[in-house]
């Protein structure tokens, strides 16, 4: 592996981490509003969630360059307000990678909120717990294997994501070149099949400690809530 590879595998990471910190946030209200609220339009909201696990990658990427593009509504306001422009930054591939990943992060959570029993929540409201409080000592500990579970999901989702990252961000090289995309570029290259095989080893790797360190973490917790 030499330098240029390890900065890959560093941008891919930065990318997959920055996608997750600011989507989790997110899908966690999503998921908690549809475990906990029922509503008109619930199903279409249910859709719209899912809808980048089956709309063409690419699809979603013209989306996003479309609506956070230099010309796009949410680019210009994103530039005016704060300064920042995603098209074509690692920036934007960790908005292409969020996207992508979101659908993974809401399921695992609404599943993990739709299992707690209610009768917990409302004991601790009868002690005397105010809402907020209740929700951080019951309700989010009981729903952290989800959490982690779709973390984890998302992160390895993020880490590989292709067709909307090229399509939104393209494939700049120390910019938003990331795994994917390296091994793509590395395969149309008659010298590049080396390189890429590294790549794809490493992807291999971390996407499998990912998971395993998702289902250690999920067992681990599991156990202490047994106790």
Do not use: C, H
Not at 41 to 69: D, E, H, I, K, W
Not at 74 to 84: D, I, T
Not at 111 to 119: M, P, Q
Request: glycine letters at 12%; hydrophobic letters at 60%; zero cysteines.
């Amino acid at each position: 592996m030499g330098a240029a590879e390890w900065a890959i595998i560093g941008l891919s990471a930065k990318v997959a981490l920055a996608a997750i910190g600011v989507a989790l946030p997110l899908a966690f209200a999503v998921a908690w509003l549809l475990a906990r609220r029922r509503f008109p339009g619930r199903a279409l909201v249910q859709a719209l969630v899912n809808m980048p696990l089956v709309l063409p990658p690419v699809v979603t990427g013209y989306g996003l360059l479309v609506l956070f593009g230099a010309q796009g509504p949410l680019g210009r306001a994103l530039e005016a307000l704060f300064g920042l422009t995603v098209a074509f930054r690692w920036t934007g591939a960790a908005l292409a990678a969020g996207v992508m990943a979101f659908p993974l992060l809401v399921r695992p959570i609404r599943l993990s909120l739709e299992a707690i029993d209610r009768g917990l929540e409302e004991a601790a409201g009868t002690l005397g717990a105010r809402p907020p409080v209740a929700f951080l000592t019951v309700t989010l500990p009981l729903a952290l294997p989800g959490v982690i579970a779709g973390a984890v999901l998302g992160f390895a989702k993020a880490l590989g994501e292709f067709g909307a990252t090229i399509t939104f961000v393209s494939n700049i090289p120390g910019e938003t070149q990331t795994l994917s995309l390296a091994i793509y570029a590395l395969l149309q290259s008659p010298t590049g099949d080396a390189a890429a095989l590294r790549l794809i080893l490493a992807s291999v790797v971390l996407a499998l400690g990912a998971v395993l360190a998702s289902e250690w973490i999920a067992a681990r917790l599991g156990a202490r809530g047994a106790r």
